[in-house]
């Protein structure tokens, strides 16, 4: 009999985003991300990562932020578990109109499984982001945050397109108004493709929603170019 164990997992993942969104309808707005990473080897187990992004969104003004990221993985038990330290300058248009700067210092432990063909992983974060007084209205700065993540991905035998779908789940750690609760959903849904051993591209859709605030819900497509080094 075969192992049904990753198949039910898949569906439990699907089904999770259409739960928690059954929330009371609110304003949804369109968006579009796209981000170039590289990744280098320093020693054995050892890596410096790098990410630009940016994100555009139909209201209130069409540039939304740009995201510069720096950080180092280190990898462990054959590259199934990975720690990382990163940096982030993040350049915004937020909610009192003003662009803003902040800056978000955070760290991943994540963990991989592979079950045949399909990839199980998960991953926590721990982050701070600084936020600028001068330019926005704040009850909690700065805010600290945990993350937690959830992903598929299916290899399809002789194929360079690899399907995967994530979740990933918001908890406010300081706020005292939301301290402990689930404030923030995002799903992805979309497919990897591998153009060499190098160099791959993710071509996705996600849907991203703060369960605790009146923020719109923002659906956008995105696209990511990856390079290892």
Known sequence: MSDTRPKHILILMLAIPAVLCAQPQRETRGGALMSFSAEKQLIRNLDLNFEEELRLATTPNVYDRTVSTLG?????????????????????????????????FYVNLS???????????????????LRD?????YRVNPRYVMKNKLEAEYAIFGKPWKPFISCDFSTNLNDDETRYDLVRLRTQA????????????????????YLKADDPRTISVG?????RF
Not at 79 to 98: P, R, S
Not at 223 to 227: D, F, I, L, Q
């Open 72 to 104: 180092i993985d280190y990898s462990l038990m054959n590259k199934k578990l990975k720690i990382g330290a990163y940096y982030a300058f993040i350049y915004l248009y937020n909610n009192d109109f003003l662009y803003e700067p902040r800056h978000r």
């Open 111 to 129: 963990y991989r499984q592979k079950l045949d063909q399909l990839t199980l992983s998960w991953r926590i974060r721990l982050q701070e982001t």
């Open 133 to 137: 007084d001068n330019r926005g209205s």
């Open 190 to 209: 979309g497919a990897n493709w591998r153009i060499n051993r190098t160099t791959s591209m993710d071509f996705y859709l996600r849907y991203d929603e």
């Open 223 to 227: 696209v990511a170019y990856k390079m």
